[in-house]
């Protein structure tokens, strides 16, 4: 049996490439492996520090969710002319493939 590929998320500012497990968040991959990633909420979709820029292969990801949707809408996410942000602690990986990432804090 051959074994398929991973996901792989590109750290563009720390030039680091992680492979992942499908619908593991991002904030959950970032802490396991000792990757800075704010929170004060610890990942629980409250309080939207733990903001990512997704540069490329946004089409690899789960769609926002309501609570998303919410964190984004209160800290103008959408308004922001950064790119396409999401909560590191609600996004993940629905689909094989490369997504490049990067933050303000790395």
């Not at 593991?24 to 991959?29: A, D, H, N, P, T």
């Not at 929170?39 to 309501?66: A, K, M, T, V, Y």
Request: aromatic residues 10%; charged residues 20%.
């Amino acid at each position: 049996m051959l074994n398929s590929p991973m996901p792989k998320i590109i750290l563009v500012q720390l030039k680091k490439v992680i492979e992942v497990n499908f619908y593991e968040s991002f904030f959950q991959i970032l802490r396991k492996n000792d990757i800075p990633i704010a929170s004060s909420c610890q990942g629980r979709q409250i309080c939207g520090r733990c903001s990512i820029e997704i540069i490329h292969g946004s089409e690899f990801l789960n769609s926002p969710d309501e609570n998303e949707m919410q964190v984004s809408k209160k800290y103008g996410w959408q308004q922001q002319n950064c790119g396409h942000l999401r909560a590191a602690c609600s996004t993940y990986f629905v689909k094989n493939g490369t997504v490049e990432v990067k933050t303000t804090y790395w």
